[in-house]
């Protein structure tokens, strides 16, 4: 079991940043990639951003490339996302999540533990 916490999100305005935590508990999490997801209301759920177990290899949605950014500190256990120049269509739930499979998927179907969310309101 891997149990995963976000933080860090809030209200901000448009051009705005925000970075986001999500500490991680359980089995090993330096083992697993990891993924960044969000919901809007009314919407399913999609992908951001993912990071391979080492950090090396990241991967982004379009609709975020050159504006956020996805790390990793597997000595604290915690993955980021960092986001600048936030538009009011990032507004979401933001969900980490972690993938046992090693697969570095864009699908959600393949990351098994998931986080409880934290809400990022952008405004114009």
């Known amino acids: 079991q891997v149990q995963l916490v976000e933080s860090g999100g809030g209200l901000v305005q448009a051009g705005g940043s925000l970075r986001l935590s999500c500490a991680a508990s359980?089995?090993?999490?330096?083992?697993?990639?990891m993924g960044w997801f969000r919901q809007a209301p009314g919407k399913e759920r999609e992908f951001v951003a993912n990071i391979s177990w080492s950090g090396r290899t990241t991967y982004y949605a379009d609709s975020v490339k050159g504006r956020f950014t996805i790390s990793r500190d597997n000595a604290k256990n915690t993955l980021y996302l960092r986001m600048n120049s936030l538009k009011p269509e990032d507004t979401a739930v933001y969900y980490c999540?972690?993938?046992?499979?090693?697969?570095?998927?864009?699908?959600?179907?393949?990351?098994?533990?998931w986080g409880q969310g934290t809400q990022v309101t952008v405004s114009s």
């Open positions: 359980g089995r090993t999490f330096s083992s697993f990639p």
């Open positions: 999540a972690a993938d046992p499979y090693g697969l570095e998927s864009e699908r959600k179907a393949l990351y098994d533990y």
